[in-house]
């Protein structure tokens, strides 16, 4: 499975911006999807994941309210609606497959994108 993350950019903070990821795999709809981000210096860490059908969905508690994971299966497409950005959500975002839904650990993600970046100025 290639995916193709896009949609990142430099905002205000209180800004929005919305990231999407393209799926290669016409089985797009079989995989849980997740989000993922990087900041300098820092481990990976899981921001939101969206089971296959899209009617399930769970957030860190770092951005829970604020942004929000969908998908469309006919476009193979998953998106991270970002709200009320802060300068701390700042970093590199990353979406992955995943076998199965509910898990946060990267380990259980297979597939991954190249990344976007996020930058949210103060």
């Known amino acids: 499975v290639q995916l193709q993350a896009s949609g990142g950019g430099l905002v205000q903070a209180g800004g929005s911006l919305r990231p999407s990821c393209a799926a290669s795999e016409r089985t797009f709809s079989n995989y849980a999807m997740g989000w993922f981000r990087q900041a300098p210096g820092k481990e990976r860490e899981f921001v939101a994941a969206i089971n296959w059908g899209g009617y399930s969905s769970y957030y860190a508690d770092s951005v829970k309210g604020r942004f929000t994971i969908s998908r469309d299966n006919a476009k193979k497409t998953v998106y991270l609606q970002m709200n009320n950005l802060k300068p701390e959500d700042t970093a590199v975002y990353y979406c992955?497959?995943?076998?199965?839904?509910?898990?946060?650990?990267?380990?259980?993600?297979?597939?991954w994108g190249q990344g976007t970046q996020v930058t949210v100025s103060s």
């Open positions: 992955a497959t995943a076998r199965r839904f509910g898990v946060s650990s990267l380990s259980e993600y297979d597939y």
